[in-house]
């Protein structure tokens, strides 16, 4: 089975902090995501991954850098937390094929909150 | 710009019975579309994947259907359980992978 893992369930931060949140796939996919989810807006996408050490911008991606070192993880830094940024945030990895792109296995979540 | 709608927003029905969840999207250019599961609080388990050359697929008492020419695809959840209450999310795949989600369908299966 594939497994995404995520560093945290619950993470409380103070505004201004740098926050990391981790992210492990065990499948040697190559697409990596973040996705914030908020009530009323549904799930945005922030950044993703083809490859090592390659980014892109999703739809929201202000206030928010990613690193990709390693092909089984995606790192996701909220560079100084706002109060803005308190949401559920979800992993989730892909593989690509000869259709295109394959199923995207999603993380438990992370549930950020910033006081 | 890709849009995901899903109809209706919320349904309640009495267990054992089957039922339709929408989900329609303004842009035909999809790689595949995606139906999720989320109970409240967690992650998203994926249900079926349709590539875009499909027209359906089906797992166990789940159908999902594709149709890519009119924006269109249903959840068919035959014989529903309690179990089966959750919010039920499809989302299309873009370029570059990502994914276009909807706001969902929040289901509940009375005992």
């Known amino acids: 089975d594939v497994k995404v893992t995520q560093s945290s369930r619950y993470l409380v931060k103070r505004t201004g902090e740098k926050v990391f949140l981790e992210c492990v796939q065990d499948?040697?996919?190559?697409?990596m995501f973040w996705y914030r989810q908020d009530p009323g807006l549904g799930l945005r996408l922030i950044y993703f991954?083809?490859?090592?050490?390659?980014?892109e911008k999703g739809d929201i991606p202000e206030g928010y850098s990613v690193s990709r070192e390693k092909k089984e993880r995606f790192s996701l830094i909220l560079e100084s937390a706002s109060t803005n940024q308190t949401s559920m945030y979800l992993c989730?990895?892909?593989?690509?094929?000869?259709?295109?792109?394959?199923?995207?296995?999603f993380g438990p979540g992370t549930r950020l909150t910033v006081l | 710009k890709q849009e995901v709608t899903q109809i209706p927003a919320a349904l309640s029905v009495p267990e054992g019975e089957n039922l339709v969840l929408n989900c329609s999207f303004t842009?035909?250019?999809?790689?595949?579309l995606q139906w999720f599961r989320q109970d409240p609080g967690k992650g998203l388990t994926s249900l079926l994947l349709?590539?875009?050359?499909?027209r359906e697929q089906t797992s166990g008492r789940l159908n999902a259907s594709l149709d890519k020419s009119s924006g269109r695809s249903t959840l068919y959840i035959a014989a529903s359980q309690p179990g089966d209450s959750a919010t039920y999310l499809c989302?299309?795949?873009?370029?570059?992978?990502?994914?276009?989600f909807g706001q969902g369908t929040e289901l509940s299966v009375k005992p």
């Open positions: 989730a990895s892909s593989s690509t094929g000869g259709a295109g792109y394959n199923e995207q296995f």
């Open positions: 499948m040697d996919h190559e697409n």
């Open positions: 991954s083809y490859d090592v050490k390659m980014k």
């Open positions: 842009d035909s250019a999809i790689y595949n």
């Open positions: 349709i590539q875009s050359s499909q």
């Open positions: 989302a299309v795949c873009a370029q570059g992978g990502k994914l276009i």
